[in-house]
C-alpha cells in the first residue's frame, strides 16, 4: 500500500489538529490548521486513505515543506451530506444585502408617499427612468451625524447621504449620474455626499463622461457634526463641477425647490431643464430671512415665470417624465450620428419666405423643413426672442444652428440675443457640433433704450466667439444680410463660413436699405417735389443693386440657390470639414 506524506504549505503554527492515527479520510478532508502571519491554512487530505503516524503537535513551528503526517492511500468512500442540508445563507452577505435595500424605495414606503402628495418622482425612479443599466457608488454612505442621531437611525433615515450616484448607460453610452434625494434630509449637501460627489466629478473627468444633475434641494446641511470643518468653504465639489464645463456635456434638471448650493451646480450646467413647479433661488426662503431681506415664501423665490423669461432654464418642461426624455434627447446629440432618419419634402421650403419682402413669417417652419424629422431641439426659447438657438440633425449628424427671427424686432440682433447666439456658438464649438446660420437679420439693435443694456459689450460677444470658432459654419441668407449684424451670423465675415448661400430673395448691405436710402440721400429726399415717391424709387435701385444675385456676381456669396437644395448644401459643405484649434477667448462681458 503506498504511503503518502502529507506537508506544510508554509512555515507556521499548527493551531490545531482535527484527525488521529487510523483515522479514514476521503480526499480533501481537513487535517490540521496552520497559522502564518495571522492567516490560517488549512491543510487537506490530497488522497482518500487512512491517517498514518502524526509527526507534529498543536503549538509546534514548522517549516515549509516540513512533513506533518501521512496517509496510506486507500479506498474511502466520501462521508454522505444530511439528507436536509442546503447552503446556508451567510451572516456577512446577508447584512450587506439588508443595508443595501434599507435605501430602496420598496424599504420606504413612507418617503414614497411623500414624493407622490407633492407631485413628484423619488431620486430612484428618475434615475430608472434616465438609464438603462445603473451601477450605484456610495449606497451604504449615512449622514455625518453620528453624535446626535444612533447608527441605525441614520441607515433607516438617511441612506446614501441623500445623494444617489453612480455610472449608467444613457442611450447605451455611460454617463455620471447625481441625483440629490429630497426624502433625505431635503436633499441637502451633506458632508458625505460631498465626498461622494467629488469622487464622481474625478471619474467623470477621468473617463470623460458625461454628467447629469438632478438638482432638486436645499443647499449646504448645518446638522452635520462628525467633521472638524469650521466652514465647510474647503469643499472641493463646485470646483470640480467647474472644471468639467466645456470638457463634458453637463445636464442639470430641476424640479421643485432647488436652492443655495444645488442652484449653483445647477447653474454651471451646459443645459438645465425645469418642471414648471420648480423654484430656483441661489438663495432660499432661510437664507433671505437670515440677511434680513424678508420673509418670503419658497414659491415666490425663482418661479419658472421669472426663470424661464430670463434665460436660466433652457427647456421648461410639464414634470420630471418630461424632464428624463429631454435629457435623454440632449445627450443624443453628443453621442454621434444616427443611420435611421427622415425629412420633409424640401420644395415646401420655397414658399416660406414670402415674395413681399416686408412680409414677416416664422423662422422655426424653415428650421423644421430643413432638419430630419422630429430632430429640432431649441433652447432658451423664451429668452433673446430674436435669435433662435436649436441642436438639430441633418441626415442623421448632430448639429448647431442659429436663425434670426424676423417675426421680433424684425430680427435686429440686441443684448440678449448675442448673449444666447455667443453662448449656444460656443457650446457647439466646446463639443465638436458644426454650426448652421440662417440669416435674416437688418443688423444690431440700436437707439437709446439699446445702449442702456450694454448693446456695445454684449453684441461684440459674437464676434470674438465667432471669430474663435474650431468648427466649420455654413451660413444660409434667407431674406436680409445686413451690417454687423450680418457679419456677426456669419463669424465676423461672408468668407469665414465654409459656404455662405443665399436664397432668392436674399438681399444685402452695409445697413438697411431704407435707413441707407434715407442718410445718403436726405438732401434730394427733402428738395423732392413728392419725396416719397423718390424714396421708394431708390429703395428699388437699392434692393436691384443688394439683392443676393447681384452680390453673387461679384463674388461676396458662394451662390445663390433653390432653397429645395439646402439640406445639399449643408451636408457637401461641412461632410469631413476639419476641425480647426480651438482657442478660448477674453469674453467681452
Same mark, same amino acid.
Given at each position: 500500500?503506498?504511503?503518502?506524506?502529507?506537508?506544510?504549505?508554509?512555515?507556521?503554527?499548527?493551531?490545531?489538529?482535527?484527525?488521529?492515527?487510523?483515522?479514514?479520510?476521503?480526499?480533501?478532508?481537513?487535517?490540521?490548521?496552520?497559522?502564518?502571519?495571522?492567516?490560517?491554512?488549512?491543510?487537506?487530505?490530497?488522497?482518500?486513505?487512512?491517517?498514518?503516524? @502524526?509527526?507534529?503537535?498543536?503549538?509546534?513551528?514548522?517549516?515549509?515543506?516540513?512533513? &506533518?503526517?501521512? &496517509?496510506?492511500?486507500?479506498?474511502?468512500?466520501?462521508?454522505?451530506?444530511?439528507?436536509?442540508?442546503?447552503?446556508?445563507?451567510?451572516?456577512?452577505?446577508?447584512?450587506?444585502?439588508?443595508?443595501?435595500?434599507?435605501?430602496?424605495?420598496?424599504?420606504?414606503?413612507?418617503?414614497?408617499?411623500?414624493?407622490?402628495?407633492?407631485?413628484?418622482?423619488?431620486?430612484?425612479?428618475?434615475?430608472?427612468?434616465? /438609464?438603462? %443599466?445603473?451601477?450605484?457608488?456610495?449606497?451604504? %454612505?449615512?449622514?455625518?451625524?453620528?453624535?446626535?442621531?444612533?447608527?441605525?437611525?441614520?441607515?433607516?433615515?438617511?441612506?446614501?447621504?441623500?445623494?444617489?450616484?453612480?455610472?449608467?448607460?444613457?442611450?447605451?453610452?455611460?454617463?455620471?449620474?447625481?441625483?440629490?434625494?429630497?426624502?433625505?434630509?431635503?436633499?441637502?449637501?451633506?458632508?458625505?455626499?460631498?465626498?461622494?460627489?467629488?469622487?464622481?466629478?474625478?471619474?467623470?473627468?477621468?473617463?470623460?463622461?458625461?454628467?447629469?444633475?438632478?438638482?432638486?434641494?436645499?443647499?449646504?446641511?448645518?446638522?452635520?457634526?462628525?467633521?472638524?470643518?469650521?466652514?465647510?468653504?474647503?469643499?472641493?465639489?463646485?470646483?470640480?463641477?467647474?472644471?468639467?464645463?466645456?470638457?463634458?456635456?453637463?445636464?442639470?434638471?430641476?424640479?421643485?425647490? /432647488?436652492?443655495?448650493?444645488?442652484?449653483?451646480?445647477?447653474? /454651471? /450646467?451646459?443645459?438645465?431643464?425645469?418642471?414648471?413647479?420648480?423654484?430656483?433661488?441661489?438663495?432660499?426662503?432661510?437664507?433671505?430671512?437670515?440677511?434680513?431681506?424678508?420673509?418670503?415664501?419658497?414659491?415666490?423665490?425663482?418661479?419658472?415665470?421669472?426663470? =424661464?423669461?430670463?434665460? =436660466?432654464?433652457?427647456?421648461? @418642461?410639464?414634470?420630471?417624465?418630461?424632464?428624463?426624455?429631454?435629457?435623454?434627447?440632449?445627450?443624443?446629440?453628443?453621442?454621434?450620428?444616427?443611420?435611421?432618419?427622415?425629412?420633409?419634402?424640401?420644395?415646401?421650403?420655397?414658399?416660406?419666405?414670402?415674395?413681399?419682402?416686408?412680409?414677416?413669417?416664422?423662422?422655426?417652419?424653415?428650421?423644421?423643413?430643413?432638419?430630419?424629422?422630429?430632430? !429640432?431641439?431649441?433652447?432658451?426659447?423664451?429668452?433673446?426672442?430674436?435669435?433662435?438657438?436649436?441642436?438639430?440633425?441633418?441626415?442623421?449628424?448632430?448639429?448647431?444652428?442659429?436663425?434670426?427671427?424676423?417675426?421680433?424686432?424684425?430680427?435686429?440682433?440686441?443684448?440678449?440675443?448675442?448673449?444666447?447666439?455667443?453662448?449656444?456658438?460656443?457650446?457647439?464649438?466646446?463639443?465638436?457640433?458644426?454650426? =448652421?446660420?440662417?440669416?435674416?437679420?437688418?443688423?444690431?439693435?440700436?437707439?437709446?433704450?439699446?445702449?442702456?443694456?450694454?448693446?456695445?459689450?454684449?453684441?461684440?460677444?459674437?464676434?470674438?466667439?465667432?471669430?474663435?470658432?474650431?468648427?466649420?459654419?455654413?451660413?444660409?441668407?434667407?431674406?436680409?444680410?445686413?451690417?454687423?449684424?450680418?457679419?456677426?451670423?456669419?463669424?465676423?465675415?461672408?468668407? !469665414?463660413?465654409?459656404?455662405?448661400?443665399?436664397?432668392?430673395?436674399?438681399? &444685402?448691405?452695409?445697413?438697411?436699405?431704407?435707413?441707407?436710402?434715407?442718410?445718403?440721400?436726405?438732401?434730394?429726399?427733402?428738395?423732392?417735389?413728392?419725396?416719397?415717391?423718390?424714396?421708394?424709387?431708390?429703395?428699388?435701385?437699392?434692393?436691384?443693386?443688394?439683392?443676393?444675385?447681384?452680390?453673387?456676381?461679384?463674388?461676396?456669396?458662394?451662390? =445663390?440657390?433653390?432653397?429645395?437644395?439646402?439640406?445639399?448644401?449643408?451636408?457637401?459643405?461641412?461632410?469631413?470639414?476639419?476641425?480647426?484649434?480651438?482657442?478660448?477667448?477674453?469674453?467681452?462681458?
Amino acid at each position: 500500500m503506498d504511503t503518502t506524506p502529507v506537508t506544510a504549505p508554509v512555515q507556521g503554527i499548527v493551531v490545531s489538529i482535527d484527525v488521529a492515527t487510523g483515522q479514514s479520510v476521503p480526499a480533501g478532508t481537513p487535517l490540521l490548521v496552520l497559522e502564518s502571519m495571522k492567516m490560517e491554512y488549512v491543510v487537506v487530505a490530497p488522497v482518500a486513505g487512512v491517517v498514518g503516524e @502524526v509527526a507534529t503537535a498543536a503549538g509546534e513551528v514548522v517549516g515549509e515543506d516540513e512533513v &506533518l503526517l501521512s &496517509l496510506e492511500e486507500g479506498d474511502v468512500a466520501p462521508a454522505a451530506a444530511p439528507a436536509d442540508a442546503a447552503p446556508g445563507e451567510r451572516a456577512d452577505l446577508a447584512e450587506v444585502l439588508r443595508r443595501h435595500e434599507i435605501g430602496l424605495d420598496a424599504a420606504r414606503p413612507d418617503a414614497v408617499r411623500r414624493r407622490r402628495d407633492t407631485g413628484h418622482r423619488t431620486a430612484r425612479e428618475n434615475i430608472a427612468d434616465l /438609464c438603462e %443599466t445603473f451601477t450605484e457608488y456610495g449606497a451604504l %454612505t449615512i449622514a455625518a451625524q453620528r453624535a446626535r442621531r444612533s447608527m441605525e437611525d441614520l441607515i433607516e433615515r438617511t441612506p446614501a447621504d441623500g445623494m444617489v450616484a453612480g455610472v449608467g448607460d444613457v442611450n447605451g453610452r455611460p454617463a455620471v449620474v447625481m441625483a440629490y434625494d429630497y426624502t433625505v434630509l431635503a436633499g441637502t449637501q451633506g458632508a458625505m455626499n460631498h465626498y461622494k460627489k467629488d469622487r464622481m466629478l474625478e471619474l467623470a473627468e477621468r473617463r470623460r463622461l458625461p454628467v447629469v444633475l438632478f438638482a432638486e434641494g436645499g443647499g449646504g446641511r448645518p446638522g452635520d457634526t462628525d467633521t472638524t470643518s469650521v466652514s465647510g468653504l474647503d469643499t472641493m465639489a463646485f470646483h470640480l463641477f467647474a472644471r468639467l464645463s466645456g470638457q463634458v456635456p453637463l445636464v442639470g434638471i430641476a424640479s421643485g425647490r /432647488c436652492f443655495a448650493g444645488n442652484a449653483a451646480l445647477l447653474g /454651471c /450646467c451646459d443645459v438645465v431643464i425645469a418642471t414648471e413647479d420648480s423654484n430656483i433661488g441661489m438663495g432660499g426662503p432661510a437664507m433671505i430671512e437670515g440677511g434680513g431681506l424678508g420673509v418670503f415664501a419658497p414659491e415666490e423665490v425663482g418661479p419658472m415665470s421669472v426663470q =424661464v423669461p430670463n434665460g =436660466v432654464v433652457d427647456v421648461p @418642461v410639464a414634470g420630471e417624465a418630461e424632464a428624463v426624455r429631454v435629457a435623454k434627447r440632449y445627450l443624443a446629440y453628443f453621442q454621434g450620428s444616427i443611420e435611421d432618419w427622415e425629412s420633409a419634402d424640401q420644395d415646401l421650403l420655397r414658399d416660406l419666405v414670402p415674395e413681399d419682402r416686408k412680409r414677416v413669417y416664422d423662422v422655426r417652419t424653415v428650421i423644421e423643413t430643413i432638419a430630419d424629422t422630429g430632430s !429640432v431641439l431649441e433652447l432658451r426659447r423664451a429668452f433673446g426672442a430674436g435669435i433662435v438657438t436649436a441642436l438639430v440633425r441633418i441626415e442623421g449628424v448632430p448639429m448647431g444652428l442659429i436663425a434670426n427671427s424676423p417675426a421680433h424686432l424684425g430680427g435686429a440682433i440686441d443684448a440678449d440675443d448675442a448673449d444666447k447666439a455667443a453662448r449656444f456658438m460656443r457650446l457647439c464649438d466646446a463639443f465638436g457640433l458644426p454650426l =448652421v446660420s440662417l440669416c435674416d437679420t437688418p443688423g444690431f439693435m440700436v437707439g437709446p433704450d439699446a445702449e442702456e443694456t450694454a448693446t456695445v459689450r454684449h453684441f461684440s460677444r459674437m464676434f470674438v466667439i465667432g471669430a474663435n470658432l474650431s468648427v466649420p459654419l455654413v451660413m444660409v441668407i434667407l431674406r436680409k444680410a445686413y451690417g454687423l449684424g450680418a457679419q456677426a451670423m456669419g463669424g465676423g465675415s461672408l468668407k !469665414v463660413p465654409v459656404a455662405t448661400v443665399a436664397w432668392p430673395t436674399g438681399e &444685402l448691405g452695409g445697413m438697411g436699405l431704407e435707413g441707407a436710402v434715407r442718410l445718403g440721400y436726405r438732401k434730394e429726399l427733402a428738395a423732392a417735389e413728392d419725396p416719397d415717391a423718390l424714396f421708394d424709387e431708390l429703395v428699388a435701385r437699392s434692393y436691384e443693386r443688394g439683392k443676393a444675385l447681384s452680390a453673387a456676381t461679384v463674388y461676396e456669396i458662394d451662390d =445663390v440657390i433653390d432653397p429645395a437644395a439646402t439640406r445639399h448644401w449643408i451636408t457637401t459643405a461641412l461632410r469631413d470639414a476639419p476641425r480647426g484649434e480651438r482657442r478660448i477667448p477674453l469674453d467681452t462681458w
